[in-house]
C-alpha cells in the first residue's frame, strides 16, 4: 500500500515568514494529493489539494506544489498568521484506492 | 459546520464497558470513513463503508465493529474498553468509493476511558 512521510513534526514561523511542510509518497500511481488543517479540538479540513496533472495550484497565501518523477509534494503558506497555527496533515490516493493515506502531520505555530 | 455529524461530542466510561458512536454522513455522500487519533498521534485508518457494505479495513482491533445502514448514518461500537482507547474518533464521507474523491471529516467523538 501506500506510504506518506511528513516532515518536519513541528514548525515554528514568526508572523509575516513563509512556511513549507513537504511530504513523500511511495506509490507512484497515486494521483490525487490533498492538505488537510486541523485546529485544537476540531476535525481536519480540507484546505487545498492537487492532482497528478498539475504542478502547482494556489489559493490566496497557501499553495501546493507536486513534483510526480520526485514522488514529493509541499504546502506553502505565505505571510503567516497566527490563525494559521494548527496542524497540518498531507494525504495521497490512486485511482482504485478505498482511502486517503496520511502522513504523520506538522504542527505548526507562528509566533505574534 | 461541514455537514458530517457526529454523536456524542464527549463520552467517558470505564474499562471493559461497550460504547456506540454514530455518524451521519454530508447529504448524498455514500461513503464513510472511521478513523482514531490518539494523543498527539496521527490519523489511524480503521474502517471504511460504501452504500451498506464494508469496502476496506485498517488497523482495526478485533474489539471494534461498524456497520452502515440503509439511510447511510454509521456506527462504531467499541467494546471491552481498555485505556488505551481513550482517543478522537473522526468520522469522514465522500460521494464515491475512493479516496481520490478527498473526504469531509466530521468534528470526532472524544472517548476517554478511565
Known amino acids: 500500500g501506500e506510504n506518506v512521510e511528513q516532515h518536519p513534526s513541528t514548525l515554528s514561523v514568526q508572523e509575516g515568514d513563509s512556511a513549507v511542510i513537504k511530504c513523500t509518497y511511495s506509490d507512484s500511481a497515486s494521483n490525487y494529493f490533498p492538505w488537510y488543517k486541523q485546529e485544537l479540538g476540531k476535525g481536519p479540513q480540507l484546505i487545498i489539494d492537487?492532482?497528478?496533472?498539475?504542478g502547482e495550484k494556489k489559493d490566496q497565501r497557501i499553495a501546493v506544489t507536486l513534483n510526480k518523477t520526485a514522488k514529493h509534494f509541499s504546502l506553502h503558506i505565505t505571510e503567516t498568521q497566527p490563525e494559521d497555527s494548527a496542524v497540518y496533515f498531507c494525504?495521497?490516493?490512486?485511482?482504485?484506492?478505498?482511502?486517503?493515506?496520511f502522513g504523520t502531520g506538522t504542527r505548526l505555530t507562528v509566533i505574534p | 459546520d461541514s455537514g458530517v455529524t457526529q454523536t456524542p461530542k464527549h463520552l467517558i466510561t470505564a474499562t471493559g464497558q461497550r460504547v456506540t458512536l454514530r455518524c451521519s454522513p454530508r447529504?448524498?455522500?455514500?461513503?464513510v470513513y472511521w478513523y482514531q487519533q490518539s494523543l498527539d498521534q496521527g490519523l489511524q485508518f480503521l474502517i471504511q463503508y460504501y452504500n451498506g457494505e464494508e469496502r476496506a479495513k485498517g488497523n482495526i482491533l478485533e474489539r471494534f465493529s461498524a456497520q452502515q445502514f440503509p439511510d447511510l448514518h454509521s456506527e462504531l461500537n467499541l467494546s471491552s474498553l481498555e485505556l488505551g482507547d481513550s482517543a478522537l474518533y473522526f468520522c469522514a464521507s465522500n460521494p464515491q468509493a475512493g479516496g481520490n474523491y478527498g473526504y469531509t471529516f466530521g468534528s470526532g467523538t472524544r472517548l476517554t476511558v478511565v
Open positions: 447529504s448524498g455522500d455514500l461513503s
Open positions: 492537487i492532482r497528478s496533472n498539475v
Open positions: 494525504a495521497a490516493s490512486g485511482t482504485g484506492a478505498n482511502n486517503l493515506f
